[in-house]
């Protein structure tokens, strides 16, 4: 079946404007996540959603983040005027359920941004 | 602060040879761990997980150890193939189902 998908693939923008990041998860998975990965870093948690809602907001990385799942199944992930440190693979996963009670985690193949 | 550490970057193992993976991490209250392979353009894969309450888990070629006195765990691959070539993430899971990953460890496997 379909896996998780992210578009889109790659995405070069200048410095100074939005973007949007699109996740669409897995259908049925109600836990969403997004995370980042910056050139020679881990993978930095950014958000979780549970449904629709979002318990989980600590990661974001400033104001300029934000995110929004609707319907339980599509997210958007949006950087208001990006910076360079922006620059990153942004991944995300969705998963059947709480991961400690054997939810398995099935990622997307990530959007790489470059902000000029 | 990192809470979850791999210490070796990269590490290069015969083919055939055990590959040993190592993580450590600060936070004791981390009750349940996870191992992700991620091969380049895609996102990682979950490989295996260990609770806690476990000091082993064993899945086909992959073991993990667990160490809780030391804070630490280690991904036993054997025999090594290929195939296996990647980068391996150690992760930790949160009491709220957030998930705080290490940097990486690529490995690679020598013909």
């Known amino acids: 079946g379909a896996g998780v998908s992210q578009s889109p693939s790659n995405k070069v923008t200048e410095k100074g404007k939005d973007v949007e990041l699109r996740c669409d998860p897995i259908?049925?998975?109600?836990?969403l996540y997004w995370y980042r990965q910056s050139l020679g870093q881990g993978l930095e948690f950014l958000i979780y959603?549970?449904?629709?809602?979002?318990?989980?907001k600590s990661g974001l990385p400033s104001d300029r983040f934000s995110a929004e799942r609707t319907g339980g199944s599509v997210s958007t992930l949006t950087i208001q005027r990006t910076q360079q440190e922006d620059s990153a693979v942004y991944l995300c996963?969705?998963?059947?359920?709480?991961?400690?009670?054997?939810?398995?985690?099935?990622f997307g193949p990530g959007t790489r941004l470059t902000v000029t | 602060d990192q809470q979850v550490k791999q210490n070796s970057p990269s590490l290069s193992v015969q083919e055939g040879r055990i590959s040993i993976l190592n993580c450590d991490y600060t936070?004791?209250?981390?009750?349940?761990f996870l191992w992700y392979k991620k091969y380049p353009a895609e996102g990682p894969t979950f490989l295996i997980s260990?609770?806690?309450?476990?000091d082993k888990n064993e899945d086909g070629r992959f073991t993990v150890f667990l160490n809780k006195s030391a804070k630490h765990l280690s991904l036993h691959i054997v025999p090594s193939q290929p195939g296996d070539s990647a980068v391996y993430f150690c992760?930790?899971?949160?009491?709220?189902?957030?998930?705080?990953f290490g940097k990486g460890t690529r490995l690679h496997i020598l013909p």
């Open positions: 996963a969705s998963s059947t359920g709480p991961l400690a009670s054997g939810g398995e985690q099935y």
């Open positions: 259908s049925g998975h109600t836990a």
């Open positions: 959603f549970q449904g629709n809602s979002a318990p989980d």
């Open positions: 936070n004791s209250m981390f009750d349940y």
């Open positions: 260990i609770s806690s309450i476990k």
């Open positions: 992760a930790a899971l949160t009491r709220d189902d957030k998930i705080i």
